[in-house]
């Protein structure tokens, strides 16, 4: 039996069904929410035709201590966080399914810049709000033999003064994305709530339009 209990919650799904969907949508929630919390964003973005799947981290946190920290500090529940999404993206990726594109919020978006940037995996895109990679200080990253970024368009969004996540760590994450062949927008707000204004939404609301699959076109 796997002591990973992120991979105890089943991913909930929301808006199309997966298998008749234009575009697929993994949104990884932040620390102290739930999938109810990506299910708002995906009716505040409020596109047809795309299927939302959203996972659960166990106890409501995918791992215990701020991103900052130094990585062993969050080990082992980060190894079991990034288990769970590849566990769950595997059967999103198949050659003749529709798109996929990532998109995560505050520990979400940490999450998923860490796994973007290990894995490098083939998307059609990835949406990161307010986050970005783990650890106390800022890493070179190596595009992996046969993948890196290159031709993948990652959206970033924060605010400048943010209280969990500072600028500093976001740009270094745009940066690290653009070595590895990515095309990075990275839009920064001039407001310090902690949340999607309706500006991000608009755009993110965009972003997605120009992803959806043949089938919406």
């Known amino acids: 039996m796997s002591s990973n209990m992120h991979l105890t919650h089943q991913p909930t799904r929301h808006g199309a069904p997966p298998e008749s ?101 083939h998307l059609a895109g990835a949406v990161l709000h307010t986050g970005g990679y783990l650890g106390p200080t800022e890493r070179d990253w190596v595009a992996s033999p046969g993948r890196g970024l290159s031709g993948q368009v990652v959206e970033m969004f924060t605010a400048e003064e943010d209280a969990w996540v500072p600028l500093h760590r976001v740009e270094a994450t745009s940066s690290a994305f653009r070595s590895l062949g990515a095309a990075v927008e990275l839009t920064v707000y001039d407001d310090p709530d902690h949340h999607l204004n309706d500006d991000s939404v608009h755009m993110i609301r965009r972003y997605l339009r120009h992803r959806l699959g043949p089938s919406a076109q």
């Open 21 to 121: 969907a234009a575009l697929v949508v993994y949104a990884v929630h932040g620390r102290g929410q739930s999938p109810a919390f990506m299910v708002e964003v995906a009716d505040r973005v409020d596109l047809p035709g795309v299927a939302w799947v959203l996972p659960q981290a166990h106890d409501f946190s995918w791992y215990p201590q701020g991103f900052l920290a130094p990585t062993q500090e969050n080990q082992p529940h980060l190894d079991h966080a990034l288990e769970a999404i590849r566990a769950h993206t595997r059967p999103l990726l198949g050659e003749d399914g529709p798109p996929v594109v990532v998109l995560g919020f505050s520990q979400g978006a940490c999450l998923l810049s860490e796994w973007l940037l290990r894995d490098q995996p």
